[in-house]
T-cell receptor, first 108, second 113 residues
C-alpha cells in the first residue's frame, strides 16, 4: 500500500523552514526519503529504521514514529537547491512503495 | 553517478509496437526494481526482482513483462504500446536484504506516437 504524503506542494522563500509528512497504514521496517529534480532520477537522502531515531543530512533531518507509522522530513533554512519533489518510501517485508510526492519550490 | 545504467535514454515508437528497456544494477546489488513515472506524477512501482526471481509485483499491466538474467541485468518488455504508456521508466537497484537503499538509474524516456 502506498504511503500518504502531505502537503502535496509547498512554496518557500529562501531561509524558511518546511515539514513534509509521510504516513502508512502498515507496520513499517524503514522509511526512505528521496529528492527528485525535474527530469532527473530520484536521489537518496536518508533512511530511518524502526526505533524512532532521527537522522540528519546537512540542514535536512527526519524522524520516524514507529508507533504511529509516520515519518516527517524537516528542511531548515531552505536553499534554492532544495527545490524538487520529495518522495518517502515505506518498506515492509522487503517490499517498498513510494508516496505521491511533495513538490517543494524555494524562491529567492 | 548512481552506478545503475539504463539504456536507451530515449525511445520513440508508434502505438502497437513492442520495446525493451534494459537495466544494469550497481556492482554487488542483487535486487532490481522497475518504476513508471508519467508526466509530473509519482513513482508507480511495477515489479521487483531479487537474484533472478520475481519478489514483488505492483501495478504492472499484462502487456508488460520483465525478467532478471543470471548476470543480474534486467529487461522490461512493453508490448502493444498505447499513447498512455508514454512516460519515464526508472530502474533502481539495491542489495536486496537488510538495509535496502535503492539507487536509481537515469531513466528511459519513452514516447509513443
Amino acid at each position: 500500500q502506498q504511503p500518504v504524503q502531505s502537503p502535496q506542494a509547498v512554496i518557500l522563500r529562501e531561509g524558511e523552514d518546511a515539514v513534509i509528512n509521510c504516513s502508512s497504514s502498515k507496520a513499517l521496517y524503514s522509511v526512505h526519503w528521496y529528492r527528485q529534480k525535474h527530469g532527473e532520477a530520484p536521489v537518496f537522502l536518508m533512511i530511518l529504521l524502526k526505533g524512532g531515531e532521527q537522522k540528519g543530512h546537512d540542514k535536512i533531518s527526519a524522524s520516524f514514529n514507529e508507533k504511529k507509522q509516520q515519518s516527517s522530513l524537516y528542511l531548515t533554512a531552505s536553499q534554492l537547491s532544495y527545490s524538487g519533489t520529495y518522495f518517502c518510501g515505506t518498506e515492509t517485508n522487503n517490499d517498498m512503495r513510494f508516496g505521491a510526492g511533495t513538490r517543494l519550490t524555494v524562491k529567492p | 553517478d548512481s552506478g545503475v545504467t539504463q539504456t536507451p535514454k530515449h525511445l520513440i515508437t508508434a502505438t502497437g509496437q513492442r520495446v525493451t528497456l534494459r537495466c544494469s544494477p550497481r556492482s554487488g546489488d542483487l535486487s532490481v526494481y522497475w518504476y513508471q513515472q508519467s508526466l509530473d506524477q509519482g513513482l508507480q512501482f511495477l515489479i521487483q526482482y531479487y537474484n533472478g526471481e520475481e519478489r514483488a509485483k505492483g501495478n504492472i499491466l499484462e502487456r508488460f513483462s520483465a525478467q532478471q538474467f543470471p548476470d543480474l541485468h534486467s529487461e522490461l518488455n512493453l508490448s502493444s504500446l498505447e499513447l498512455g504508456d508514454s512516460a519515464l521508466y526508472f530502474c533502481a537497484s539495491s542489495v536486496g536484504t537488510g538495509i535496502n537503499i535503492q539507487y536509481f538509474g537515469a531513466g528511459t524516456r519513452l514516447s509513443v506516437l
